[in-house]
């Protein structure tokens, strides 16, 4: 990414520690100029990482981490300070000519999930990679929140999802992501109650987490001619209780790379099954004529607004031809 003339104290001038906290799920819906927040770059249960938003710096008394709001940024992103700016500047809705010639907005798949964003078409994923995490996190999956949302105790251990009570992923339901070599390599997490607090948001996934290199569910259900595809992580808890195998895209855009995942799978018939609204039927239309280069492929057409884990049981298995 080419910067350059940005002006880095203007950006830190206007900035706030809010929106950036924010991006990164960190928020308590407070906005206070001082208090301590969940230290992003260890974990701990209680706050320790002091946000002073007079001054723009932030550290943390547990780990000794600090900076300004432009490190804080550039060390969850693991990139330059220059990027960092613009990302902040991204973030804090700032204006500037220089800012807007290299931002690139990264608040749509990294603040939201897959029920609600889509990856840039234009990220192929190709070259993208994600690292394996050398940490597992400790998850309550007897949480009521699951049962709400129809997953038994067997189930959510069997996909390894809880309700996570400290670090990133405090207050969520956090659901493990592998690749393909089942590789846990991200955790997602979904806010675990129907209301969520201003300020955060629904759903979370990890600084650099590239989601067009990964189908979730993919390791578990390699070496099948026949998948299902469907967008989200709900959509494959259902489908998996009724014994059908399925991947999700973890949004509504497919990419090169999960074309070349597919394939290496041994994958050779594809259903999609993606949500039966507007946008779900528009993004089936579109990967439509790219899976069918690959696969022999048919779209599945949910009744409208349902999805398919909210579909009736008969509707599903009628659509694939089991009842």
Known sequence: ?????????????????EPVLARYGLADG????????????HRESDPSCHINNDRKTFHCFGCGTRGSILDFVAKLEKCGIAEAAAI??????????????????????????????????????????????????????????????GLDRDQAERFGIGYCDHGLMRGRIA???????GELVAYAGRWAARDVPAGRPRYLLPPKFHKQRVLY??????????????ES?????????????????????????????????GVQRLSLMLDGDAPGRAAAAKMLPVLARHFFVRNLKLPAGTKPHSAPEPAIKALLGLI
Not at 32 to 41: A, E, G, N, T
Not at 105 to 118: F, Y
Not at 175 to 181: A, G, L, Q, S
Request: net charge negative.
């Open 30 to 41: 407070n906005a206070r100029p001082q208090r301590h927040v969940l230290c992003p770059f």
């Open 175 to 181: 659901i493990p992501i592998h690749n393909e070599e």
């Open 217 to 230: 569910n993919l390791h578990r259900v390699k070496g099948q001619e026949h998948l299902v595809v469907v």
């Open 88 to 149: 902040v500047a991204s973030c804090c809705g700032i204006a500037d000519d220089d800012v807007e010639a290299v931002v690139r907005d990264n608040t749509d798949d990294r603040s939201l999930g897959p029920e609600h964003c889509e990856v840039d078409a234009t990220e192929s994923g190709l070259t993208a990679r994600n690292t394996p995490l050398k940490f597992t996190l400790t998850l309550d999956s007897s949480h009521s929140y699951l049962s709400a949302r």
């Open 233 to 265: 992580y709900w959509s494959v808890f259902r489908l998996s209780a009724l014994d059908i195998q399925a991947a999700a895209l973890m949004g509504r855009d497919l990419s090169e790379a999960h074309v070349d995942l597919l394939r290496s799978a």
């Open 1 to 17: 990414m080419p910067v350059h003339r940005l002006d880095f104290r203007r950006i830190k001038r206007q900035a706030s520690f």
